[in-house]
T-cell receptor, first 112, second 114 residues
């Protein structure tokens, strides 16, 4: 079966711009979580969606937002990009909230 | 909220030796503890997990132990091989108000020296 698909794989944006990242979960997985990964900071939780509802949110500023569609696909948006937003953004899907994540390959965002 | 501490941050072992990575968590309501392996340039992959009602779980050369009283859990890898070289992340899932939140440790870079 198809895995978790994230698009695009790579992205270069300039400061002040906004960006939208997409995540298509494994078929049947209704939970999608987003993480920011930077060297030395590990995996920082952004938010989790389950059945189109945001169930949890991490400690990120309001510039980071997301949503989930009825087919469980999820998008995250970052507005007014800052240099510090450069990171690998990973999404993970699971059948059950927080259990048995399958991660996508990530979107590597570079802000210049 | 939950806080997960992971030690050591780096670990080098000789091939064939054992490796142990330890994590502590702060919230006793956490009920599920997965471990993920991330090879260089690849996505994290679940390698083993344990629920709070179990003290130990084994899968071939890897095992996880959980001490709920002390609020710590550990990953044990025996007979290490070069392909075990990767970054390992522990995590704890906190159940609160019907919602689940997963907090990851900061990772351990394991190097297995042939």
């Amino acid at each position: 079966k198809a895995g978790v698909t994230q698009t695009p794989r790579y992205l270069i944006k300039t400061r002040g711009q906004q960006v939208t990242l997409s995540c298509s979960p494994i078929s049947g997985h209704r939970s999608v979580s987003w993480y920011q990964q930077t060297p030395g900071q590990g995996l920082q939780f952004l938010f989790e969606y389950f059945s189109e509802t945001q169930r949890n949110k991490g400690n990120f500023p309001g510039r980071f937002s997301g949503r989930q569609f009825s087919n469980s696909r999820s998008e995250m948006n970052v507005s007014t990009l800052e240099l510090g937003d450069s990171a690998l953004y990973l999404c993970a899907s699971s059948v059950e909230q927080g259990r048995g994540y399958t991660f996508g390959s990530g979107t590597r965002l570079t802000v210049v | 909220g939950e806080n997960v501490e992971q030690h050591p941050s780096t670990l080098s072992v000789q091939e064939g030796d054992s490796a142990v990575i330890k994590c502590t968590y702060s919230d006793s309501a956490s009920n599920y503890f997965p471990w993920y392996k991330q090879e260089l340039g690849k996505r994290p992959q679940l390698i083993i997990d344990i629920r709070s009602n179990v003290g130990e779980k084994k899968d071939q050369r890897i095992a996880v132990t959980l001490n709920k009283t002390a609020k710590h859990f550990s990953l044990h890898i025996t007979e290490t091989q070069p392909e075990d070289s990767a970054v390992y992340f522990c995590a704890a899932r906190l159940s609160s108000g019907g919602y689940q939140k997963v907090t990851f440790g900061t990772g351990t870079k394991l190097q297995v020296i042939p």
